[in-house]
């Protein structure tokens, strides 16, 4: 879709911020670019809709040199969506949205309605259309920025660290949003932070750029944290980038034990069964089969086990659907070194040590010469 050529642009101090660039950028993804401050992110960015010239070389959007075409119809034809959502504190949250599509030639009715359209595609509450930006979150602000930037259904999205100021659970939401609205949408998405888990998470492709704009390596996710370019990229993705890549594996290889899983209600006879010297705690679960907590074999009252009492059993993981990070996590962060595995519903399947996890682990990073699919 987008196909940059030896792009740089060259201030007249003679400060270059993009140094001969050249990228392709696949259709109906996202790529993600990503650097140290001073690499040029968003002098890339603002490049590919014209709101800074490239001083040589050139852009091509869909094989068409985008010089070719006035400026205001090049913008008009991309989404744009920065920090702070950038919205008009005048105008209503509709007409926020409706922008676009107004400047377009759109009828009033005609772009209020595609607005209130996109409102709830972005997750934003139907009541919020008559509201001003200053009553709105942060996170609700940067859904508003989202949806504006789609109101006239543009083939490409531009993204300028546009959660970066947000706290971090209300980016977590906003990233998966994202991920979703990609999904349903295939924009063309061109998406710039600083942060190399967000990169991680949402990019099909990642370009990491060094000081000065230029182009350290071009990779998939995987990619990248498997096999670094060269010393500046392995240190920017850190210390623990072979972590970050467990989230490229599935946890649907691991060995669930069902066994240490009882009913609060269970008998002396489901008590003993349960117990195993390898397994030093078992999971009690209430009668739909949710977890509650973990307890010794020893300590447990058959018939009536004191829920008050149980160690809390940590954060569950998904089985089969999150990553062996994932599932790492969940074993860490648990006060018996076990993972509780549930199903899409919340219901247990089974249980996992980190032992078996690591087992996994190992077996994930030395056996396979095809990289798996990114787990979102």
């Given at each position: 879709?987008?196909?940059?050529?030896?792009?740089?642009?060259?201030?007249?101090?003679?400060?270059?911020?993009?140094?001969?660039?050249?990228?392709?950028?696949?259709?109906?993804?996202?790529?993600?670019?990503?650097?140290?401050?001073?690499?040029?992110?968003?002098?890339?960015?603002?490049?590919?809709?014209?709101?800074?010239?490239?001083?040589?070389?050139?852009?091509?959007?869909?094989?068409?040199?985008?010089?070719?075409?006035?400026?205001?119809?090049?913008?008009?034809?991309?989404?744009?969506?920065?920090?702070?959502?950038?919205?008009?504190?005048?105008?209503?949250?509709?007409?926020?949205?409706?922008?676009?599509?107004?400047?377009?030639?759109?009828?009033?009715?005609?772009?209020?309605?595609?607005?209130?359209?996109?409102?709830?595609?972005?997750?934003?509450?139907?009541?919020?259309?008559?509201?001003?930006?200053?009553?709105?979150?942060?996170?609700?602000?940067?859904?508003?920025?989202?949806?504006?930037?789609?109101?006239?259904?543009?083939?490409?999205?531009?993204?300028?660290?546009?959660?970066?100021?947000?706290?971090?659970?209300?980016?977590?939401?906003?990233?998966?949003?994202?991920?979703?609205?990609?999904?349903?949408?295939?924009?063309?998405?061109?998406?710039?932070?600083?942060?190399?888990?967000?990169?991680?998470?949402?990019?099909?492709?990642?370009?990491?750029?060094?000081?000065?704009?230029?182009?350290?390596?071009?990779?998939?996710?995987?990619?990248?944290?498997?096999?670094?370019?060269?010393?500046?990229?392995?240190?920017?993705?850190?210390?623990?980038?072979?972590?970050?890549?467990?989230?490229?594996?599935?946890?649907?290889?691991?060995?669930?034990?069902?066994?240490?899983?009882?009913?609060?209600?269970?008998?002396?006879?489901?008590?003993?069964?349960?117990?195993?010297?390898?397994?030093?705690?078992?999971?009690?679960?209430?009668?739909?089969?949710?977890?509650?907590?973990?307890?010794?074999?020893?300590?447990l009252t058959a018939g009536s086990i004191a829920v008050?009492?149980?160690?809390?059993?940590?954060?569950?993981?998904?089985?089969?659907?999150?990553?062996?990070?994932?599932?790492?996590?969940?074993?860490?962060?648990?006060?018996?070194?076990?993972?509780?595995?549930?199903?899409?519903?919340?219901?247990?399947?089974?249980?996992?040590?980190?032992?078996?996890?690591?087992?996994?682990?190992?077996?994930?990073?030395?056996?396979?010469?095809?990289?798996?699919?990114?787990?979102?």
């Open positions: 879709m987008i196909r940059m050529e030896s792009v740089t642009k060259r201030y007249p101090d003679g400060t270059v911020a993009v140094d001969r660039l050249t990228l392709e950028i696949p259709e109906k993804a996202i790529t993600v670019l990503v650097g140290p401050s001073g690499c040029g992110k968003t002098t890339t960015l603002r490049m590919i809709n014209r709101m800074v010239e490239p001083s040589e070389g050139r852009i091509l959007l869909d094989g068409t040199d985008i010089l070719q075409q006035p400026v205001h119809t090049l913008r008009r034809s991309m989404g744009y969506v920065i920090q702070h959502a950038g919205l008009f504190q005048h105008r209503t949250i509709v007409d926020n949205i409706a922008t676009v599509p107004r400047l377009l030639g759109w009828g009033k009715a005609k772009s209020r309605e595609r607005a209130r359209e996109l409102m709830e595609r972005v997750g934003l509450d139907a009541a919020l259309a008559g509201r001003y930006p200053h009553q709105l979150s942060g996170g609700q602000q940067q859904r508003v920025g989202v949806a504006r930037a789609l109101a006239a259904d543009p083939p490409v999205l531009l993204m300028d660290e546009p959660f970066s100021a947000v706290d971090p659970v209300v980016r977590k939401g906003l990233q998966d949003e994202l991920l979703r609205l990609q999904a349903e949408l295939g924009k063309t998405i061109v998406f710039v932070t600083h942060d190399i888990d967000e990169a991680v998470k949402l990019g099909s492709m990642v370009a990491v750029l060094r000081t000065g704009g230029r182009l350290a390596q071009y990779a998939p996710p995987a990619e990248l944290l498997s096999h670094p370019a060269d010393a500046f990229v392995e240190d920017f993705l850190g210390a623990d980038r072979g972590i970050r890549r467990l989230s490229f594996f599935p946890s649907a290889g691991l060995e669930l034990l069902t066994a240490p899983v009882v009913p609060a209600d269970a008998t002396a006879e489901q008590l003993a069964a349960a117990e195993a010297p390898d397994v030093p705690y078992l999971l009690v679960t209430d009668p739909d089969g949710r977890p509650l907590g973990w307890g010794e074999p020893g300590a008050e009492e149980l160690l809390p059993y940590g954060r569950p993981f998904v089985a089969g659907t999150d990553s062996l990070r994932a599932a790492l996590d969940c074993a860490v962060l648990s006060p018996t070194g076990w993972a509780v595995a549930v199903d899409a519903s919340g219901r247990v399947r089974g249980v996992v040590s980190q032992a078996s996890i690591g087992a996994a682990i190992r077996e994930a990073h030395a056996g396979r010469a095809d990289e798996p699919k990114a787990l979102r």
